[in-house]
């Protein structure tokens, strides 16, 4: 079946390094990917998304590239803030009505 | 304007108990879910509506029920409740179309804690 599949966290950084959260999927079709971010306390929410092989989506800093050839769509950012700490959470969605999410990965950016 | 709101933020209660929580969306979408995230942050989806129609049930007890009296809102009943299902309950929407390509906005959440 389709699945996503991330990183392990947490991810313990120091500001203004260099990020990525790997994230690779498996799908019986062409899937739409998704990165979604969640803040303490908070919903998640849209942070960035590609919907054809080779598109990369960026958004506040962050961006991520579709890559056919290795299932992947990686979330890397140049330098992270303080204000980056987070839970981040990778998707695909095939059609229908079903997302189906990562397990998450936590970011933690250390002053 | 809050786009996806849901009622109670906090809910304590006890073992037994039957409870609900509430959720409204103002984006004008005709899907709804609603989604189970626990202590390690696991999302799960529940259930989908799509203008009203029960489009996704997932493997959940039968102690939740989901309800959606029109497409602005899908309420979850828990019968019952239990401690293991002491977790954060998010409910989503997103505009309704089949593509792949479907934002969901989600709601702030709802913070169950069964003692």
């Known amino acids: 079946g389709d699945s996503v599949t991330q990183m392990e966290g947490p991810v313990t950084l120091s500001e203004e390094a260099f990020l990525t959260i790997n994230c690779t999927y498996t799908a019986t079709g062409y899937p739409s990917l998704f990165w979604y971010v969640q803040y303490p306390g908070e919903g998640l929410q849209l942070l960035l998304k590609a919907t054809k092989a080779d598109d990369k989506g960026s958004n506040k800093g962050f961006e991520a590239t579709y890559r056919k050839e290795t299932t992947s769509f990686h979330l890397e950012k140049g330098s992270v803030q303080v204000s980056d700490s987070a839970v981040y959470f990778c998707a695909l969605r095939i059609g229908g009505f079903k997302t189906i999410f990562g397990a998450g990965t936590r970011l933690f950016v250390k002053a | 304007d809050t786009a996806v709101s849901q009622t109670p933020k906090y809910l304590v209660t006890q073992m037994g108990n039957d409870k609900s929580i509430k959720c409204e969306q103002n984006?004008?979408?005709?899907?709804m879910y609603w989604y189970k995230q626990d202590s390690k942050k696991f999302l799960k989806i529940m259930f989908s509506?799509?203008?009203?129609?029960?489009?996704i049930n997932e493997t959940v007890p039968n102690r939740f029920s989901p309800k959606s009296p029109d497409k602005a809102h899908l309420n979850l009943h828990i019968n019952s409740l239990e401690l293991g299902d002491s977790a954060v309950y998010f409910c989503?929407?997103?505009?309704?179309?089949?593509?792949?390509?479907?934002?969901?906005?989600f709601g702030p959440g709802t913070r169950l804690l069964v003692l």
């Open positions: 989503a929407s997103s505009q309704g179309l089949r593509g792949g390509q479907e934002t969901q906005y």
């Open positions: 509506y799509n203008n009203k129609e029960l489009i």
């Open positions: 984006l004008g979408h005709d899907t």
